[in-house]
Nanobody, 121 residues
Framework: QVQLVESGGGLVQAGGSLRLSCAASGRTFSSLLMGWFRQAPGKEREFVAAIRWSGSYYADSVKGRFTISRDNAKSTVYLQMNSLKPEDTAVYYC????????????????WGHGTQVTVSS
């Protein structure tokens, strides 16, 4: 099990930016697939972005606006969110795991408790 703690959520106006962080502990961080998911009120949780040694992956809805990165020395993964839209409003969850495809929740076995992102217009 990997312990994950998200931070950086908050309230921002449409068009603004926010950077989420996820600090990991308990396992070798560099070997993990790391991902971000989000869940809006009344909707199912959906894939946002993921990163592994071979590259990064994004949902079509955020491609070009969000950037995922990781700092293995700090055991931390980031999600830089630019040009935010009201439809980006959700609780954002950090997850750790492995395998393909990266958008499947069952490829992740450790989850953070989430951080709220609210985009107003």
């Amino acid at each position: 099990q990997v312990q994950l703690v998200e931070s950086g959520g908050g309230l921002v106006q449409a068009g603004g930016s926010l950077r989420l962080s996820c600090a990991a502990s308990g396992r070798t961080f560099s070997s993990l697939l790391m991902g971000w998911f989000r869940q809006a009120p009344g909707k199912e949780r959906e894939f946002v972005a993921a990163i592994r040694w071979s590259g990064s992956y994004y949902a079509d809805s955020v491609k070009g606006r969000f950037t995922i990165s990781r700092d293995n020395a700090k055991s931390t993964v980031y999600l830089q969110m630019n040009s935010l839209k009201p439809e980006d409003t959700a609780v954002y969850y950090c997850a750790a795991g492995g395998g393909f495809p990266v958008f499947r929740e069952d490829n992740y076995d450790s989850w953070g408790h989430g951080t709220q992102v609210t985009v107003s217009s």
